[in-house]
């Protein structure tokens, strides 16, 4: 294999893969959960949290990386939440002004995405020391990880809980649905399955070490 072969998969295949298998931030770290929950009743409101998770995770991880020779050590986690926050307020705005319903629907858990602790342990764990495609593909890898788990968790709940999917009946006429999987209760009852079958079919993997910095 060349070194630009390595190169590719080490910036960019590696930290994708992981952070949809491995290091899945609801799957094996358990990270997220709140807005799992809360947001996974409909398959169309899972969707664009996801977009906007992904938005903000892989370019909050490029922009720490591009800065984080300037930023002094003891205030990095206050300019790491400041990139944070400044995205998903770009993201909270442009939903208010051209999506005003699905903000509304949304409620709080687009701004909540600041005290997501999947980006800031992203921007420090591996942004600050890494560069900046490899941090960018780090972030959107863990996003996707996370997204991959939301709409699985959706496609449970929104056909049996309301009998539709994005709004459109899927099931017969006769069908009664769960409404227990349109509440709380149920939102924790179709995260457990997905994640016991999930880690049935794929058992957790002893960690591997990687290296401390992929490329400048």
């Known amino acids: 294999m060349s070194g630009t072969q390595v190169g590719y998969r080490a910036r960019i295949v590696e930290p994708v893969k992981d952070g949809v298998t491995k290091q899945n931030p609801i799957l094996r770290q358990a990270l997220g959960i709140c807005s799992a929950l809360a947001v996974t009743g409909l398959v169309s409101t899972t969707l664009v949290m996801n977009a906007a998770l992904l938005f903000s995770a892989g370019f909050s991880c490029l922009v720490?990386?591009?800065?984080?020779?300037?930023?002094?050590?003891?205030?990095?986690?206050?300019?790491?939440?400041?990139?944070?926050?400044?995205?998903?307020?770009?993201?909270?705005?442009?939903?208010r002004a051209y999506h005003f319903e699905m903000s509304r629907q949304l409620g709080p858990y687009i701004p909540l995405i600041v005290t997501n602790c999947i980006l800031l342990g992203r921007t420090e764990g591996f942004?600050?020391?890494?560069?900046?495609?490899?941090?960018?593909?780090?972030?959107?890898?863990?996003a996707l990880g996370y997204a991959v788990v939301l709409l699985l968790i959706s496609l449970i709940r929104e056909p049996l809980g309301s009998g539709t999917i994005l709004g459109h009946p899927v099931m017969p006429a006769?069908?009664?649905p769960m409404h227990l999987l349109s509440s709380a209760p149920g939102a924790f009852l179709a995260m457990g399955v997905v994640v016991w079958v999930?880690?049935?079919i794929w058992p957790e993997q002893p960690p591997t070490e990687h290296p401390e910095a992929i490329g400048h």
């Not at 720490?64 to 002094?72: D, E, G, H, M, T």
């Not at 942004?127 to 863990?142: E, H, Q, V, Y």
Request: glycine letters at 6%; charged letters at 15%; hydrophobic letters at 50%.
């Open 174 to 176: 006769s069908y009664e």
């Open 198 to 200: 999930v880690r049935a």
């Open 64 to 95: 720490v990386s591009l800065i984080r020779q300037a930023i002094p050590h003891r205030v990095r986690l206050i300019v790491q939440m400041l990139v944070i926050s400044t995205l998903v307020s770009f993201v909270h705005l442009y939903l």
């Open 127 to 142: 942004a600050m020391r890494n560069g900046p495609i490899a941090s960018f593909f780090d972030g959107i890898g863990n």
